[in-house]
Nanobody, 128 residues
Framework: QVHLVESGGGLVQSGGSLRLACAAS????????IGWFRQAPGKGREFVAA????????FYADSVKGRLTVSRDNEKNMAYLYMANLKPEDTALYFC?????????????????????WGQGTQVTVSS
Protein backbone atom coordinates (compact mmCIF):
# COMPACT_ATOMS: atom_id res chain seq x y z
CA GLN A 1 0.00 0.00 0.00
CA VAL A 2 1.61 3.23 -1.20
CA HIS A 3 1.71 5.80 1.55
CA LEU A 4 2.25 9.55 1.11
CA VAL A 5 2.52 11.93 4.05
CA GLU A 6 2.76 15.69 3.68
CA SER A 7 4.31 17.99 6.26
CA GLY A 8 5.60 21.52 6.59
CA GLY A 9 2.39 23.48 6.42
CA GLY A 10 1.53 26.23 8.85
CA LEU A 11 0.58 29.85 9.33
CA VAL A 12 2.75 32.41 7.59
CA GLN A 13 2.48 36.10 6.85
CA SER A 14 2.02 37.40 3.35
CA GLY A 15 5.39 37.52 1.62
CA GLY A 16 6.75 34.69 3.71
CA SER A 17 7.91 31.25 2.64
CA LEU A 18 7.37 27.62 3.49
CA ARG A 19 8.78 24.32 2.36
CA LEU A 20 6.35 21.44 2.17
CA ALA A 21 7.59 17.88 2.21
CA CYS A 22 6.07 14.67 0.94
CA ALA A 23 7.37 11.44 2.42
CA ALA A 24 6.65 8.31 0.40
CA SER A 25 6.78 4.70 1.48
CA UNK A 26 5.88 1.23 0.14
CA UNK A 27 6.86 2.11 -3.41
CA UNK A 28 9.86 2.40 -5.70
CA UNK A 29 9.90 6.16 -5.47
CA UNK A 30 11.89 6.75 -8.65
CA UNK A 31 9.15 4.97 -10.64
CA UNK A 32 6.65 7.69 -9.75
CA UNK A 33 5.97 11.15 -11.02
CA ILE A 34 4.94 13.45 -8.15
CA GLY A 35 2.35 16.18 -8.26
CA TRP A 36 1.29 18.86 -5.82
CA PHE A 37 -2.28 20.10 -5.64
CA ARG A 38 -4.16 22.42 -3.36
CA GLN A 39 -7.75 22.88 -2.33
CA ALA A 40 -9.10 26.04 -0.79
CA PRO A 41 -12.36 26.03 1.18
CA GLY A 42 -15.33 25.78 -1.13
CA LYS A 43 -13.17 25.22 -4.21
CA GLY A 44 -12.04 22.28 -6.26
CA ARG A 45 -8.62 20.65 -6.20
CA GLU A 46 -6.16 22.75 -8.17
CA PHE A 47 -2.89 21.65 -9.78
CA VAL A 48 0.15 23.49 -8.43
CA ALA A 49 3.29 21.71 -9.59
CA ALA A 50 4.73 18.37 -10.66
CA UNK A 51 8.08 16.71 -11.12
CA UNK A 52 8.96 13.69 -13.19
CA UNK A 53 10.56 10.43 -12.06
CA UNK A 54 14.15 11.57 -12.08
CA UNK A 55 13.58 15.23 -11.32
CA UNK A 56 14.69 16.28 -14.78
CA UNK A 57 11.39 17.94 -15.71
CA UNK A 58 9.17 20.20 -13.64
CA PHE A 59 5.76 21.66 -14.36
CA TYR A 60 3.92 24.56 -12.76
CA ALA A 61 0.54 26.19 -12.79
CA ASP A 62 0.71 29.67 -14.27
CA SER A 63 -0.52 31.15 -10.99
CA VAL A 64 2.55 29.98 -9.08
CA LYS A 65 5.36 30.19 -11.64
CA GLY A 66 8.33 32.04 -10.27
CA ARG A 67 7.22 31.62 -6.65
CA LEU A 68 7.13 27.86 -6.16
CA THR A 69 9.82 25.27 -6.75
CA VAL A 70 9.24 21.54 -6.80
CA SER A 71 12.07 19.10 -6.17
CA ARG A 72 12.70 15.54 -5.08
CA ASP A 73 15.30 13.33 -3.46
CA ASN A 74 14.89 9.77 -4.71
CA GLU A 75 17.41 8.42 -2.23
CA LYS A 76 15.28 9.68 0.64
CA ASN A 77 11.90 8.96 -0.97
CA MET A 78 11.01 12.61 -0.51
CA ALA A 79 9.48 15.35 -2.62
CA TYR A 80 9.40 19.01 -1.73
CA LEU A 81 7.50 22.13 -2.62
CA TYR A 82 9.27 25.36 -1.73
CA MET A 83 6.89 28.30 -1.69
CA ALA A 84 8.15 31.87 -1.63
CA ASN A 85 6.42 35.25 -1.60
CA LEU A 86 3.25 33.64 -0.32
CA LYS A 87 -0.06 35.41 -0.78
CA PRO A 88 -3.37 35.06 1.06
CA GLU A 89 -4.82 33.38 -2.03
CA ASP A 90 -2.29 30.57 -1.55
CA THR A 91 -4.19 29.54 1.58
CA ALA A 92 -5.33 25.95 1.04
CA LEU A 93 -4.86 22.34 1.97
CA TYR A 94 -1.87 21.09 -0.02
CA PHE A 95 -1.63 17.52 -1.25
CA CYS A 96 1.09 15.48 -2.86
CA UNK A 97 0.16 12.75 -5.29
CA UNK A 98 2.00 9.99 -7.14
CA UNK A 99 1.60 8.30 -10.50
CA UNK A 100 3.69 5.56 -12.08
CA UNK A 101 2.60 6.43 -15.61
CA UNK A 102 4.67 7.95 -18.37
CA UNK A 103 4.17 11.60 -19.17
CA UNK A 104 3.21 12.03 -22.82
CA UNK A 105 2.32 15.69 -22.59
CA UNK A 106 2.33 18.28 -19.83
CA UNK A 107 -1.41 18.65 -19.52
CA UNK A 108 -1.59 15.09 -18.18
CA UNK A 109 0.16 15.97 -14.93
CA UNK A 110 -2.17 18.90 -14.39
CA UNK A 111 -5.13 16.54 -14.02
CA UNK A 112 -5.97 15.06 -10.63
CA UNK A 113 -7.12 11.81 -12.24
CA UNK A 114 -3.63 11.22 -13.61
CA UNK A 115 -2.48 10.32 -10.09
CA UNK A 116 -3.22 7.05 -8.36
CA UNK A 117 -2.05 7.77 -4.84
CA TRP A 118 -2.67 10.76 -2.59
CA GLY A 119 -1.61 12.01 0.79
CA GLN A 120 -3.92 13.48 3.39
CA GLY A 121 -2.70 17.04 2.95
CA THR A 122 -1.04 19.75 4.99
CA GLN A 123 -2.68 23.10 5.68
CA VAL A 124 -1.08 26.33 4.54
CA THR A 125 -2.57 29.57 5.81
CA VAL A 126 -1.25 32.93 4.65
CA SER A 127 -2.31 35.98 6.62
CA SER A 128 -2.47 39.40 5.05
Amino acid sequence: QVHLVESGGGLVQSGGSLRLACAASELVFSDYNIGWFRQAPGKGREFVAAINWWGTSTFYADSVKGRLTVSRDNEKNMAYLYMANLKPEDTALYFCAAADKRIHEEKEVHAANYYTHWGQGTQVTVSS
